[in-house]
Structures are given as structure tokens and as C-alpha cells.
């Protein structure tokens, strides 16, 4: 119950974040922007400047959901971002094309994250069938899998989700330092919607320390559950 709780409370910070952050976006995409470049322009502008020849620029799908991945070397914006000429579009594509450049010059942390990735993915495989067997509960039978047993696997995969959060962050507010230093020093943004994609920026990144402290608060709860079953 504990846990569905926190969990539960996290859920509602992160939509409140997440509402938070779709309304700067929306604001913040009614500002046409003074050079009149789209998302896709800037990010294409951005990568020539770092001297990456082998990254493309992607159109795909959905709202907020541009990244970088490292696997294929593509930057995916979505529609708004890849034709939007504003500030939000700016910012979203800069940001993502400095994840480019963290891969290009091998950046510590993302490559951190990147070989954590299929650490998670198996951690949450795992917890995914130990919450099951939780709720049904046969599975958790002493002479089978005893309870302390099974909730140090829990912890263990949460550690890994907690490590993985708190890597995300440094990766996460890197990129965006290094997007907003671009777009600075090249002249693309004027003062006022420079401020717009720094603002933008701020509030997507709160959505990963949001992220990291659920992970980390839940992790915290399981580890006290099991040092409180060593006391009992």
C-alpha cells in the first residue's frame, strides 16, 4: 500500500509537471520566430556547426515525443517541432540535437545511460513478474521464494531504475546547456525568445527530476520494508 502510494502521489506531480509544461509549449509556440527558421532548419544548422555529417533530421509522429537515438544516428522531432518556426521548436530541436553532440564526443553519462539501457529493460521485466506473483501470492511461499528473498530482488531492480533516473539528469541538463549556448552565440533566438526556450527547456527537464525522485523515494521505502522485516 505504501508503495502504491508513493507511486500514486509521483503520478499526480508528474501530470501537474507535464500539464505545466504543455501549456509553455503551446504559449511559447505562438511566438513566431525573428529568423524564421523551422525546427528542422535548426537542427540541421546546428549539427553542420559541430561538424556531424551523419546524423538526419526525422520527422515523426505525436506530441512531445522528439529524441536522439544514438542506434541509427537520427534526431526525431515531431511535426510541431520539425516545421514549427517558434521559440518551443527552437528549443525542443537544439536540445535534441545536443544530445548529437554528447554522442559525437562521447560524452561520459550518456554513455553511461546507453549501456544501462538493457540493465533496465531486464530490471523491469523482473519486477514486473514479481509484482505479479505478488498479487497472486502462491508464488511467495516460504519453501519456495522466502519474502525477504523476494523483496532484495525489488530493491535491486529499483536501485537500477533510481541509478538510472539520476544519470538521466546530468545527460538531460547537459543537452540543454549546450542547446542554449548555441542558439545564443549563433544569433538564432533574440533575447526575449531566448528566455522562452530556456523556460521551456527548465520545465522539460523538471519532468526527469520529478522522475528521479520518485525512483528514489520508492527505492527508500523498499529498503526500509526490508530492514524493518530484519527488526521484526
Same mark, same amino acid.
Given at each position: ?165 539520476? &544519470?538521466?539528469? +546530468?545527460? @538531460?541538463? %547537459?543537452? *540543454?546547456?549546450? =542547446? #542554449?549556448? $548555441?542558439?545564443?552565440?549563433?544569433? &538564432?533566438?533574440? +533575447?526575449? @525568445?531566448? %528566455?522562452? *526556450?530556456?523556460? =521551456? #527547456?527548465? $520545465? ?29
Amino acid at each position: 500500500m505504501g508503495a502504491l502510494l508513493i507511486g500514486g502521489f509521483f503520478m499526480l506531480i508528474g501530470w501537474m509537471v507535464s500539464s505545466r509544461l504543455k501549456s509553455k509549449f503551446k504559449e511559447y509556440s505562438q511566438t513566431h520566430l525573428t529568423r524564421d527558421l523551422t525546427g528542422a532548419e535548426i537542427a540541421r544548422l546546428m549539427l553542420a556547426d559541430h561538424g556531424i555529417r551523419d546524423v538526419q533530421v526525422i520527422c515523426v509522429e505525436g506530441q512531445l515525443t522528439d529524441h536522439y537515438n544514438p542506434a541509427d544516428k537520427t534526431v526525431n522531432l515531431s511535426q510541431e517541432v520539425y516545421h514549427g518556426r517558434n521559440a518551443a521548436a527552437t528549443a525542443v530541436a537544439s536540445h535534441e540535437c545536443g544530445h548529437a553532440v554528447q554522442h559525437a564526443t562521447a560524452y561520459s553519462m550518456l554513455k553511461l545511460r546507453s549501456a544501462m539501457v538493457p540493465v533496465q529493460t531486464i530490471s523491469a521485466s523482473v519486477l514486473n513478474f514479481m509484482m505479479m506473483a505478488m498479487m497472486f501470492g502462491a508464488f511467495f511461499a516460504s519453501s519456495i521464494l522466502p519474502w525477504k528473498t523476494a523483496l532484495l530482488i525489488i530493491i535491486v531492480c529499483y536501485a537500477v531504475f533510481a541509478l538510472f533516473s539520476l &544519470i538521466t539528469l +546530468p545527460v @538531460e541538463f %547537459d543537452a *540543454s546547456r549546450r =542547446a #542554449l549556448a $548555441w542558439v545564443k552565440t549563433r544569433n &538564432i533566438v533574440t +533575447p526575449a @525568445e531566448y %528566455d522562452m *526556450s530556456q523556460d =521551456a #527547456l527548465k $520545465w522539460a527537464a523538471m519532468t526527469y527530476v520529478v522522475a528521479a525522485i520518485g525512483a528514489v523515494t520508492t527505492l527508500a521505502y523498499y529498503v526500509m520494508m526490508y530492514l524493518g522485516s530484519d527488526r521484526d
